[in-house]
Nanobody, 124 residues
Framework: QVLLGESGGGLVQAGGSLRLSCEAS????????MGWFRQAPGKEREFVAA????????YYADSVKGRFTISRDVAKKTVDLQMNSLKPEDTAVYYC?????????????????WGQGTQVTVSS
């Protein structure tokens, strides 16, 4: 069983930065693929970024590539999402997710553990 908890959301002006953090509990976290997803009001949950259990393999949605960076600290059991040059369209609830089998994917249904989410609001 893996429990995930996100933090770091908030209100920021366009062009600003935020750093989200996801803290995981569970003995096998280090072998899980991890992802960040987001859901804006009235829209489906969408992929943002993912990282494999072996550091170095990262994946990003085209909409955030070059602005967001995902990283993980296996010892601390955390996965962070550094978000720079934020835009109003980045406003959403951001969710951390873990996948116990297989590598990182962009599909929500491949991830079997989810956090409660943290709100990110970018004002224009």
């Amino acid at each position: 069983q893996v429990l995930l908890g996100e933090s770091g959301g908030g209100l920021v002006q366009a062009g600003g930065s935020l750093r989200l953090s996801c803290e995981a509990s569970g003995p096998t976290f280090s072998s899980y693929a991890m992802g960040w997803f987001r859901q804006a009001p009235g829209k489906e949950r969408e992929f943002v970024a993912a990282i494999s259990w072996r550091p170095g393999s990262t994946y990003y949605a085209d909409s955030v590539k070059g602005r967001f960076t995902i990283s993980r600290d296996v010892a601390k059991k955390t996965v962070d999402l550094q978000m720079n040059s934020l835009k109003p369209e980045d406003t959403a609830v951001y969710y951390c997710a873990a996948r116990s089998r297989g590598g990182p994917t962009t599909n929500t249904y491949d991830y079997n553990y989810w956090g409660q989410g943290t709100q990110v609001t970018v004002s224009s």
